[in-house]
């Protein structure tokens, strides 16, 4: 069963989930934008997709005018696996929190010993 959400109050839970993140770290978050998609084109079960460049791969002066990384929440399969809208609110800062993760440099065998695989 899914959860039926507007993409309005998708986005909400989003930006949320952003707010989880501690201000420190969110103060070393740069260059990034965060969208969110319906689903993946190349697979259809993908919650989320961290694109870019690890900040623990970041080497300055080639990294220098790059464009932004990009963290991609995929709505469709969020909602379609989620029983109730608390699920949804849960699988959301999850996902998001797992692909700002893989910005910061944490690889997933790293996110699965923390919780957040």
């Not at 978050?29 to 079960?45: F, P, Q, W, Y």
């Not at 998001?96 to 997933?108: L, N, P, Q, S, T």
């Amino acid at each position: 069963m899914s959860v039926s959400m507007s993409p309005e109050r998708f986005e909400e839970l989003v930006g949320d989930a952003l707010d989880l993140i501690p201000p420190e770290l969110t103060r070393a978050i740069d260059n990034v934008v965060v969208l969110i998609e319906a689903r993946n084109s190349e697979d259809a079960h993908l919650l989320g997709l961290y694109q870019g460049i690890a900040l623990t791969d970041r080497i300055d002066s080639q990294y220098a005018g790059a464009l932004p990384d990009t963290v991609t929440i995929y709505r469709e399969p969020i909602l379609g696996m989620c029983d109730t809208a608390q699920q949804v609110v849960n699988e959301v800062a999850i996902t998001v929190i797992h692909e700002i993760a893989h910005y910061f440099g944490i690889d997933e065998a790293r996110l699965h010993e923390l919780g957040w695989g």
